[in-house]
DNA sequence: CAAATTTGTGAAAAGATTGCCAGAATTTCC
DNA sequence: GGAAATTCTGGCAATCTTTTCACAAATTTG
């Protein structure tokens, strides 16, 4: 497994495998959004079509997850009963034995926030519909896009964290999350329990735009609006923290939205 | 015709519009501070009964939607075309003038997006299955649950997942709804609140020309004309950070109309 | 071609957002 | 309990965004 394999390099990849969609995306994304990545994101394939299970199987293992391949609903909602180690669920409708929206419906209350990603046939939209209505994330349509599918995959599972990395890196600043050490060029940055929550979920959308109240809701833990400049306030902290003078900024504003983290 | 459109606003577009207005129920109230948050959707009704187009509006309004009734298909269908204004389609099927599902067939070609969710009477099943096969995205059939259209509309509307998808292209032109994301060619590009939804509407009828109107109805979130020539000031900002000079234009004038996406 | 209409441009005023600070409230730790 | 660290609030200043308006440029019309 090719695990550690930067994922901007795989990006090059994907821009010379033909892209079997339907319209024409522009030359593989670009993406230097997602910086160095140290753990294994793992994704349950239900599907039954084989071509279309070892198309996906290959496409995600290139790009660095770890892919198991069930063909059945049965046997897949065993699967994950007894063995809840996935970050994230792609699923066929039509499925032998016990079909996608019912075992969504099975699997929903036992893993509330484990992301689903639902392909359907074209012409089906009833069926996406029914599929979002039962609990499922988001829905993809075949004929499967290869950069539309990795953008939804990396974005379902950047929505809650999905399975978190015990390090990270940006740039010159290094995140150890299980010793809470944060350093940056080698200078070592202590932070409060506050400002490393806020430092994290940058971390973990480094590359992306993150809004404040995305921000508010998953660092003070809660679903409302912050009625203070409580966020902002946070980040000036952490940023006299992490960007001192003379070094590149890499908490950058984005007016009107939220902070960003990364090189600019 | 006994119109409710004892709103200030209307006044104005009842001058412009010759044939029948429709009902004007919009709420006004141009909020700049939560427009960012979450755009308001706009839903075109266009059902004959009365006293269902009441309920259906009243009952969208409370959960933030902005809603037009209209009573006939042969309007409905002048009103799209006029105005690429909705993010959504509710329809009857048995509609005077013109059928659900012939007006289905008609703006398919034009809005191949718009999510259209049709409602029928029980015991109609071809019917059901004749407007899935022309083009609508979902069928409710009466009596209507309020949390069954409910969950249906936010599945249609999701931004991910539902009809609308988490990123477009167009030509070399990138655009992450999501997570706020705009590229060309790989360079980045930075928008205001506003500019981003200007291109955002642009990009969801992009290949289609967009009235001045709607884009000042959609991207302003007001039910009136604009007063001055603010959408052409934003396009021109959008333009300079979009179609820098050496690269090909994408963003087009329409004279006498509005502005289109697409290449050229 | 000139007049009329429509669209593009620059600049400044008005409006909002964000940065920053000082101090108050709360929690933690001894 | 008290000191220290952390968290939070509110206000003002700096900065950026939005809007308006006057005029220039482009296009259509007569």
Known sequence: MNDLSSIAEADKIESKIKSKSPIQLSKGGTNLTDFNRTTTRRVLVVEDDASLAGFLSAELQDHGFAVDIIRDGETALNKLMEKSAYDLLILELNLPKLDGISLIKHIRPTFPRLPVLVVTARNRTEDKVAALVSGADDCLTKPISLAELLARVRALLRRNGGLIPISSTVGDLTFHREDRRVERNGRRIELTPREFALLDV??????????????????WNTASEPSTNIVDVYMKYVRDKVDHPGEPRLLHTVRGFGYELGPK
Do not use: K
């Open 202 to 219: 940058m971390i973990q959308n480094a590359g992306h735009p993150v809004s404040r109240s995305a921000l508010f809701e998953r660092v």
